[in-house]
Nanobody, 115 residues
């Protein structure tokens, strides 16, 4: 059974930083591309970033370029998203997904950016 458990969210002031984690189990993590997506209140799910199985290829949505960094540790079966210079519009529930943005995802972790 695929299990994805996101953590690391919280409240932060504009300009602050957070590091999200996603612990994976139930599938061969080291051979699976992974994604981060987010959903803001009242909005549709939005793709944030993706990484290939080996971690050598990383893609970002335009709003994430230069502020977010995706990475993974295949030995720990964990996906990360470092977020810097956070803005109020980054407020959302963040999910990691398996394979594709529409793939299986966890329960999410709430990120709130406000002063």
């Amino acid at each position: 059974e695929v299990q994805l458990v996101e953590s690391g969210g919280g409240w932060v002031q504009p300009g602050g930083s957070l590091r999200l984690s996603c612990a994976a189990s139930g599938f061969l993590f080291s051979e699976t591309p992974m994604q981060w997506v987010r959903q803001a209140p009242g909005k549709e799910l939005e793709w944030v970033s993706g990484i290939n199985s080996g971690g050598s290829m990383k893609l970002y949505a335009d709003f994430a370029k230069g502020r977010f960094v995706i990475s993974r540790d295949n030995r720990k079966k964990t996906l990360y998203l470092e977020m810097y210079d956070l803005k109020p519009e980054d407020t959302a529930v963040y999910y990691c997904t398996k394979d594709e943005p529409s793939g299986p995802r966890g329960q999410g972790t709430q990120v709130t950016v406000s002063s």
